[in-house]
């Protein structure tokens, strides 16, 4: 799920506008509006409170901007309640906004009195109180799970593939449900009706419209005489768009040989029913006059025949991408992007239209190694070098780009890697500078990894650790994550992860992520239990006194080019941080904590820079120092635990 940039939050007090209702078959009842009130205002976010009544209303909500008397043309947020409780999210710090709310019928439009606030200089750093504990967690196995906020029900949401989804209010208490599928005729169509007849015929470009009637479902036939819908719906991604009011949801529709599609589905709530709109980007056509049913023709004008690129002489796969795993998000500037694709070609990118939530036809592309004027530019992966899942999410100064290499099964190798840059569209590198780029083929993961161990590795397969992660319950094949800088001040890391011995079972993980001195990310050793740590006070506030943190730890270094297939996993050793700042036991060196902050400084052959905080060991309630350290120059990452006492 992810975080909505520039949400909004809002609520009630203070009555203003009306209007009346021209409808003569209805008891009028006239448009009325309360004036928003503003509360919690911090550096980046702030809380609103709205009411909005009335006939016919078709849309309600709260418009805001920089500048005086905001109107549904500025940044808004819709609600289907009458009552709103939205949370504004992606402020700038120091700076003044104005709100209205408004409600809308299909003949009028009615705006509330305007209020200001302004953001403060600075993020608050206060912890929360702890209010839960390890007995919150309620499991559910969403696989591919990609988190988003609603601001309206106050929940998570987190998607995944085959239609699996859940929802919670505290990262915790996972609760499954079905996002059902609409079509013309129907709130709740089966999979194979779903697909076929897209709302959405008609794109722009240059001013010019264009007919596009994509059938998704017949074109990922194309692979299989016996494809089955049911097993092939991957990896969505949940946005709401502003522009549009509406929460917007990618889904890849996978066929075999690259017959696949990315489409754009929306709904008024975010637990649907989702409606098909248009395809976004579709692969596969690679001989015959198989692009005439695609969009490859708006994009490049009228072709006489396939360009050549698209049917390459050694595999298609080596060069272009699979159209899946997409990753939607605003950046820092408003504007809208996609990332997608899994191994074959690699990872591509294309700006999209704000307006539609669709591809942006008026941008183009060049055509190079890492650029091409149908699939857009490439950030990642290529020359069928492991990769799929990326996601994108800006966190402190960064946009952080995950990716997930090797093979999804317990033993097929399945990790995150983690790379960053100054835009939303790279370059991205990893701590030690490298690409995420390939200019040939390599192999990026296991015992003979042989890329020069490409991304950080924020954690891996590990087992021995803890109360929970023990035995058959130890951890593996992580990944296909998302990640969120959420609204309450923390950022979470959610992935779906297989066991050391429970066959092919999964279920979500949860863990809370911070970063370093250096700017990378550092994941908590133990999953998110709701502890009251926020990013922001990491670095001015020191979380766990220097005398409470020498003692017994179990120590462990996720290192790269584990045997996969042969379950191999980290496990941990015992070490002593001793009171006068030296390390013993398992592994020798030293340790120092940075005055007035949470960065803590590991030493054992090298630097590791990370941070201390105390976690629950779940399942118990012990509460431990823990720490979490990057060494940037090997992407190598270790954690570690203050052993409780027996």
């Known amino acids: 799920m992810k975080y909505i940039s520039k949400l909004l939050a809002l609520f009630a007090i203070g009555m203003m506008a009306t209007a009346c209702s021209n409808d003569v078959n209805e008891v009028n009842r006239p448009l009325t509006v309360t004036a928003p009130t503003v509360t919690s205002v911090s550096g980046s976010s702030a809380i609103v409170t709205l009411t909005a009544t009335g006939s016919h209303i078709t849309h309600r909500g709260v418009c805001y901007s920089t500048s005086p008397n905001p109107t549904i043309s500025d940044d808004k947020v819709?609600?289907?309640?009458?009552?709103?409780?939205?949370?504004?999210?992606?402020?700038?710090?120091?700076?003044?906004?104005?709100?209205r709310g408004f409600a809308q019928t299909s003949y009028d439009i009615v705006y509330s009195d305007e209020v200001s606030f302004t953001t403060s200089s600075s993020e608050s750093t206060d912890d929360d109180p702890q209010t839960e504990g390890p007995s919150a967690l309620k499991r559910v196995s969403v696989h591919d799970p990609s988190v988003v906020w609603d601001p309206t029900t106050s929940s998570y949401y987190i998607f995944g593939s085959h239609r699996a989804a859940a929802k919670c209010n505290n990262m915790m208490s996972w609760e499954a449900f079905t996002a059902p599928w609409a079509t013309a005729t129907s709130?709740?169509?089966a999979n194979e009706d779903a697909f076929t007849t897209p709302q959405v015929t008609k794109v722009k470009k240059g001013g010019v419209e264009y007919d596009l009637n994509f059938n998704a479902l017949a074109w990922s036939q194309r692979g299989s005489e016996t494809y089955d819908i049911g097993g092939n719906m991957w990896a969505p991604d949940v946005i709401y768009n502003k522009k549009m009011g509406k929460w917007c949801m990618y889904l890849s529709i996978n066929g075999d040989f690259w017959y696949s599609s990315i489409i754009m589905l929306t709904a008024d709530n975010i637990v649907?029913?989702?409606r098909y709109q248009s395809p976004v980007v579709i692969s596969g056509f690679r001989s015959g006059d198989s692009y005439k049913s695609t969009d490859l023709e708006i994009v490049l004008g009228e072709q006489a025949s396939l360009p050549s690129r698209y049917a390459p002489s050694d595999n298609y796969g080596n060069h272009w991408p699979n159209c899946i795993d997409p990753c939607v998000f605003y950046?820092?500037?408003g504007k809208l992007w996609m990332s997608y694709g899994s191994w074959s070609g690699g990872i591509f990118m294309l700006e999209l239209d704000e307006e539609t939530g669709l591809r942006d036809y008026d941008v183009t592309y060049a055509e190079s190694e890492?650029?091409?004027?149908?699939f857009g530019k490439k950030i990642a992966g290529g020359h069928y070098v492991s990769g799929e899942a990326s996601y994108i999410e800006f966190i402190g100064g960064y946009y952080f780009l995950f990716m997930t290499y090797g093979g999804l099964d317990a033993a097929g190798g399945y990790q995150m890697r983690v790379f960053r840059s100054l835009n939303p569209d790279g370059p991205f590198v990893d701590s030690k500078g490298t690409s995420a780029v390939y200019d040939t083929y390599q192999l990026n993961f296991g015992p003979t990894e042989n890329d020069g161990f490409r991304g950080v590795n924020i954690f891996g397969a590990y087992d021995e650790w803890g109360a929970q992660t023990v035995g058959a319950w130890g951890e593996r094949a992580q990944g296909h994550n998302s990640i969120i800088a959420a609204q309450d001040g923390r950022t979470y890391l959610v992935y779906h992860t297989r066991f050391q011995d429970q066959g092919e079972g999964h279920q979500v993980r949860v863990h809370q992520v911070y970063q370093n001195e250096e700017g990378w990310l550092v994941a908590a050793p133990f999953e998110y239990t709701g502890e009251g740590i926020k990013s922001a006070g990491i670095a001015v506030a020191q979380k766990v006194a220097t005398t409470d943190i020498p003692g017994a730890y179990k120590l462990l270094i996720h290192r790269y080019g584990l045997d996969h297939a042969a379950k191999e996993y980290a496990a941990p050793v015992d070490v002593t941080l001793n009171a006068d700042g030296s390390i013993s036991g398992g592994a020798v060196g030293t340790w120092s904590i940075k005055s007035g902050t949470s960065y803590i400084t590991i030493n054992?052959?090298?630097d590791y820079k990370g941070v201390m905080v105390p976690q629950t060991l779940e399942p118990t309630d012990t509460k431990a120092p823990c720490f979490t350290a990057l060494d940037s120059k090997t992407g190598v990452t270790i954690w570690g635990y203050k052993a409780p006492l027996q």
């Open 187 to 189: 709130k709740d169509a």
């Open 78 to 99: 819709y609600s289907t309640s009458k009552d709103m409780v939205l949370t504004i999210g992606g402020l700038a710090k120091s700076t003044t906004y104005y709100v």
């Open 370 to 374: 890492t650029s091409d004027p149908y």
């Open 272 to 274: 649907g029913p989702y």
């Open 331 to 333: 950046d820092e500037n």
């Open 604 to 606: 054992i052959g090298s």
